[in-house]
């Protein structure tokens, strides 16, 4: 039944990474946090899945000409470097904290793409 679960999460998380752009972490996460994984494991298993989902992503967006090659590439530089940074704090925050601070980031978010205008 999990692995049911988890591919029809994930045709969910697909169609609303490749529609939004948001990459489905803040979906994916918290189901692997409830399903009793570590917010470590939970975010490292996510991105492992969202490189599947982003280069499938990627290939559909090419052939509509949705990419801007020169912006993409410096945010992906920037986003190898800080990807690394971030994993090394994550190994020293606890699950608990961790639930904590992402709700706290998805709340915000929330609110400013709820309320801007």
Known sequence: MDALILIITGIIIGITASFSGLGGGFLMVPLLIFLGNSAQKSVGSSFLAIL????????AHYKLANIDYKTALMLGVGGIVGAQIGAHFLEQVPTVHFKKIFAAALF????????KK
């Open 52 to 59: 599947m989902i982003s280069a499938s992503a990627v290939v």
């Open 108 to 115: 915000i978010i929330a609110g400013y793409l709820f309320f």
